[in-house]
């Protein structure tokens, strides 16, 4: 008898093997027709895949990660299939999943035209309305070999496997694929897809490599998840930070320093509004600011464990014949300011805050705008605490958490990640660790999803995934426990019983980089930043040349209040002037002509209501500085 176990604790009996697609219909035909793949003990299997003994079940929608994955995976075999009817000489390179979609790289004399989307795309439905079964089948690795002769790629590929390994192959009709699986039951379990661009990409990422076509689409379980689909990424690309950084005159990104950012005054005042706000948010929550060297001697980076860890993603330098390291991390130097002194129980929790500007060798195909750079500013925080203090400190920083994002009206969700294979440390420790972070989340009602074995190298941690105005989520926060550290440095304090003690440290970031959280800001807002956060809060319109003396006392007069504000004393119609306020997603335009100038009042334009009338300037510099005060 086979006992399949269900996410609920429920059992159900089979006499023998059994499939997973099988125990749904058992459930039910309508659990049946949505489910896409399963997990069996933890690894995602086929629907079709059989269950030969006692096991753990998972029943995977489109709606899950994994379950989207196989969706998608099946999708670009689709994508391939179609693709060899059409054009007959090309050869396969690879074809994954990726997040919302999939690619196919293809090897053939033919370019791919926007024409070509439109014939791929109805070769596909009809590939779909096939229906074809699709089946697995292996070979052993020499017959595999022989089998794809004639394809270098698969060729390739298959050369570098294990002697000993069996060879997995998908298919459909006419149609096979190398393939590690899993995939649907049939062709027809895909019901809509779309190319979405073609682009370049050497082969296996190596430019010496042969350029390849890179067809990139996505597929869904309806046409109404396409459209919805397709709505999104043409928002997104009006929202885009990297545009609207341009266009808003806020940062950019110069090929004489790729990756490495440069502000400018508009978006060195959101940058500053940000870090003001920081800084009074940690001083009533206790941190004390520090700022640690950006350079520090390359024994530092073995000790904390970073050389072995992460040396291939830092910058080195020489200094006085001595080697040294431009710091990805603050952490290390948080411990020296730490160890510097002998703390006693009493002063523990210390807690420390930095912004602290760090550098990392991020691949150049894989920089994007802000959102991947060399070089950023790290709102890290270490908190040095006994074990005893461990869940209340978490506590104390999701809070923190809580109360920032919200401020921003983000919605979010939370992971708690445990222990990887690569990690330093006991299992005593990481289960302590693990805990405390576990009970923390359950203490505050939290729902959060487990990522296993996707921990620091020093530790679990709890990461912050924040969703914007457009659905996209962002991994931003994170809290991660570290009982290596102060290990490695000797970490030490003076404990009640007059003995030296080993304290616990909390790492923590709230933005994750200045840098990260202003790029998904300016996509969140599109562009359109709260009047807080707006890099120009006012801009004043006189309409002659005749009020420019009293659209001048306007804006000193703001100005005195710390009201950001320009005027626009060019000699343009109004209208066009308005417009380009608008187009500067300006929050409040003030407009005076001959009558205000008369009455010493103003006419008042609100960026997202347009007009509201006439005042005096003291109702509305009362009405700003009030918006202002509260984060409006």
């Not at 000993?164 to 009709?173: A, L, M, T, V």
Request: glycine share 6%.
């Amino acid at each position: 008898m086979i006992k399949i176990k269900l996410p609920d604790g429920s059992i159900k009996e089979y006499e023998n093997a059994v499939t997973a697609l099988s125990v749904a219909t058992d459930i039910s035909r309508g659990l049946a027709k949505a489910v896409v793949a399963a997990k069996v003990n933890g690894k995602v299997k086929g629907l079709t895949e059989p269950i030969e003994n006692d096991a753990d079940l998972l029943l995977l929608k489109f709606e899950d990660e994994d379950g989207a994955h196989v969706y998608h995976h099946t999708s670009s075999h689709i994508m391939a299939h179609a693709v060899t009817l059409l054009f007959p000489d090309v050869k396969l390179a690879i074809g994954p999943a990726i997040n919302n979609g999939f690619y196919y790289d293809f090897d053939t004399e033919h370019t791919f035209t926007d024409e070509d989307f439109a014939l791929i795309e109805k070769k596909m439905e009809e590939i779909i309305k096939a229906d074809y079964p699709i089946e697995r089948f292996t070979l052993p690795k020499d017959e595999a070999l022989k089998f794809v002769k004639d394809n270098p790629y698969k060729y390739e590929l298959i050369s570098e496997l294990d002697e000993n390994e069996e060879i997995s192959f998908y298919k459909q009709g006419d149609f096979v694929d190398l393939c590690a699986g899993p995939h649907l039951p049939s062709t027809g379990r895909v019901k809509v897809a779309k190319i979405m661009s073609v682009a370049g990409a050497y082969w296996r990422g190596d430019e010496k490599n042969k350029m390849l076509q890179r067809l990139y689409a996505t597929s869904f379980p309806s046409q109404t998840m396409l459209d919805e689909y397709i709505y999104k990424m043409e928002e997104a690309k009006k929202r885009d930070h990297r545009k609207l950084g341009r266009e808003l005159d806020l940062y950019d990104i110069f090929e004489e320093g790729p990756g490495f950012p440069f502000f400018f005054p508009k978006g060195m005042e959101i940058r500053n509004q940000l870090i003001d706000y920081w800084r009074k948010e940690h001083k009533r929550a206790g941190y004390g600011e520090i700022i640690t060297p950006i350079i520090l001697n390359e024994e530092l980076w073995h000790k904390s464990g970073h050389w072995d860890h992460y040396k291939d993603n830092m910058y080195f330098t020489t200094i006085d014949e001595g080697n040294y390291a431009i710091k990805p991390m603050n952490c290390p130097g948080g411990m020296l300011a730490f160890k510097r002194r002998m703390y006693s129980y009493r002063d523990l929790p210390l807690r420390t805050a930095e912004l602290g500007l760090v550098h990392r060798h991020e691949l150049s195909g894989a920089l994007h705008g802000l959102m991947r750079v060399r070089c950023f500013t790290q709102d890290d925080a270490h908190i040095f605490m006994t074990e005893e203090q461990m869940k209340d400190e978490i506590i104390g920083v999701i809070n923190l958490m809580k109360k920032i994002y919200a401020l921003f009206n983000f919605e979010y969700k939370v992971e708690l990640s445990t222990k990887p294979e690569n990690s330093m440390g006991t299992k005593e420790q990481w289960d302590i660790a693990e805990k405390a972070l576990q009970d923390a989340l359950e203490s505050l009602n939290m729902k959060y999803e487990l990522n296993p074995g996707d921990g620091a190298f020093y530790g679990p941690k709890i990461d912050f995934h924040i969703q914007d105005s457009i659905g996209r989520t962002w991994q931003c926060g994170t809290i991660q426990l570290d009982f290596q550290m102060p290990e490695r440095f000797d970490l030490t304090y003076m404990g009640a019983d007059g003995n030296k003690h080993r304290p616990i440290m909390l790492h923590r970031a709230l933005f994750g980089s200045i840098e990260r959280f202003i790029a998904i800001l300016t996509e969140h807002y599109a562009g359109a930043f709260p009047v807080w956060l707006a890099p120009v809060q006012v801009k004043v319109l006189p309409l002659t040349d005749r009020q420019a003396d009293y659209a001048q006392k306007i804006r000193d007069i703001l100005l005195a209040k710390d009201i950001r504000v320009e005027c626009d004393f060019r000699s343009e119609k109004i209208g066009y002037k308005i417009r380009e306020a608008q187009l500067e997603k300006i929050p409040y335009m003030i407009i005076v002509g001959d009558n205000e100038m008369e009455n010493n009042r103003i006419s008042v334009r609100v960026r997202k209501i347009g007009d509201i009338g006439t005042m005096f300037l003291e109702e509305f510099q009362n009405r700003i500085v009030k918006e202002i005060e509260n984060k409006l």
